[in-house]
């Protein structure tokens, strides 16, 4: 794709490439016209305007328009602000979601955004970031949320009066985040397919084009599916070579993967973990994670999976993986061996066994075709 020498800039400054590049062309792949809802509170429009602005005007030099939601009794009293710009102003009815507006859409309403979009979810985009002052949602002790379950709501009166209503909130919620957590959680569980965060003006651009974005994301952890070595088909490892291959971007080595003994998918069959079982351990031969999964926290609910399972395990990385830290915070030791490029790993593991680990992996080398 071909940008200004500005907007280049600012893409590159945000993170890998390939991250820009895929959110990119996901974006500009959704049905609507409009890819997303920005939901800005007041603190953002009177302290934060600049970077709020900032980021609006670089996404339609990208030609992603999203709606910009001010709800609210004092909505209205920022309708100035927004006329300087070149902006589609809606002030009733969402007919226009029919038609083709190549333009950033604000709506002023003096309603909640809660009812608005319930009123209107089958013509609105899935995809919703708030966008607040404070940014992510706090902890207790001030420390920012990357990912946090969403909170079960089961009934509900009035939704135009959620924030009046007490409701069994866990302790690790900071109490001035707690409005927005039940509301973006109430969505959550009304909307099928949804998408949401809370993020700052200054870090949407990262929220939006990278994996590990930069605010807190809503999700539930994913669903689990281990097969043991007597239920593997091969249709099963034809799936596990195509997420393997397409994750690293590499072909496999003929029979790399005969001797596998345990697969561990996401319930949407996108990423994997797949073990083979030694006389010392489980050799972790591969954790391939589909870009598509990244930034969701499925590698975690996968990893967290296996660790419950508490098998003595092994693996390998290559000295040049960003990932690596990753694995030393979550292994029990790493070392790293003269004239070999990997970085090797384990846990639950007997240190007299390192030796033969050592000598296993630096003669097995790669899976993959250099």
Known sequence: MLYSNTVRLILES???????????????????????????????????????????????????????????????????KFQEHDFFYLTSHLDFLNKEIKKTIVFFDDNTFLKFYLNHQNQLPRRIHFVRGKGSIHDPNNQPYNQIQPLLIETITSYEKLHFKLYEVPDKVSENDIGIYAIASYLYQKVPDIHISITSS??????????????????????????????ITQEIITKAKSIIETSFQKRLLPDRLKNITDIIFDENFQSLIV?????????????AVSIESRGKGIAQDLWNY???????????????????????????????????????FWKNISYTTIPQIIEYLIQRGSDFYE
């Open 306 to 344: 296996l660790e419950n399972q508490r098998l003595p395990l092994f693996w390998k990385t290559h000295i040049s993986n960003f990932i690596k830290k990753w694995y030393e915070k979550i292994s029990d030791g790493h070392t790293i061996v003269p004239n070999f490029p990997y970085v090797i």
């Open 275 to 287: 073990l083979e079982q030694m006389e010392f351990g489980f050799y972790l031969s591969k954790f």
């Open 202 to 231: 200054l870090m949407l651009l990262k929220e939006l084009f990278t994996i590990k974005g930069s605010g807190t994301l809503l999700r539930k952890n994913s669903k689990i599916i281990h097969f043991k070595k007597q239920e």
């Open 14 to 80: 945000l993170g890998r490439s390939e991250e820009v590049e895929f959110y990119l062309k996901r974006f500009k792949s959704t049905n609507s016209s409009n890819f997303c809802i920005l939901i800005p509170d007041y603190d953002t429009l009177n302290e934060l305007w600049e970077s709020f602005l900032f980021s609006i005007e670089t996404l339609d030099k990208l030609e992603l328009f999203a709606i910009i939601y001010v709800g609210g009794y004092e909505s209205k009293n920022y309708f100035p």
